[in-house]
Nanobody
Framework: QVLLVESGGGLVQPGGSVTLSCSAS????????MGWFRQAPGKEREFVAA????????FCLHSVKGRFTISRDNSKNAVYLQMNNLKPDDTAVYYC?????????????????WGQGTQVTGSS
């Protein structure tokens, strides 16, 4: 089992940047593929980005490509989401998730463990 804790959220001006971190404890994070999801007010939770166990495969939601980057550091049991050029539509609670497989992809049902979420608000 793994415990996931997100950090780094907050209020960010449109066009600004922020990096979310997800710290994994319990089994080594290198055992899991990782993903980021988000849930905006009044909307269902959606996929944002995914990364394979070794970091060799990454994939992002089309609307964030070129602005968001997912990465991981298995030596630190951590995964990151670098968010640049933030837009008001990026406002959401962002969740880190772990999948007990090589690559989790976009499906939420592929992920076995979830963090509690961190709020990101893009507003001036």
């Amino acid at each position: 089992q793994v415990l996931l804790v997100e950090s780094g959220g907050g209020l960010v001006q449109p066009g600004g940047s922020v990096t979310l971190s997800c710290s994994a404890s319990g089994r080594a994070s290198s055992t899991y593929a990782m993903g980021w999801f988000r849930q905006a007010p009044g909307k269902e939770r959606e996929f944002v980005a995914a990364i394979s166990r070794d970091g060799g495969i990454t994939f992002c939601l089309h609307s964030v490509k070129g602005r968001f980057t997912i990465s991981r550091d298995n030596s630190k049991n951590a995964v990151y989401l670098q968010m640049n050029n933030l837009k008001p539509d990026d406002t959401a609670v962002y969740y880190c998730a772990a999948a007990a497989r090589e690559y989790g992809g976009t499906r939420q049902s592929n992920y076995n463990y979830w963090g509690q979420g961190t709020q990101v608000t893009g507003s001036s």
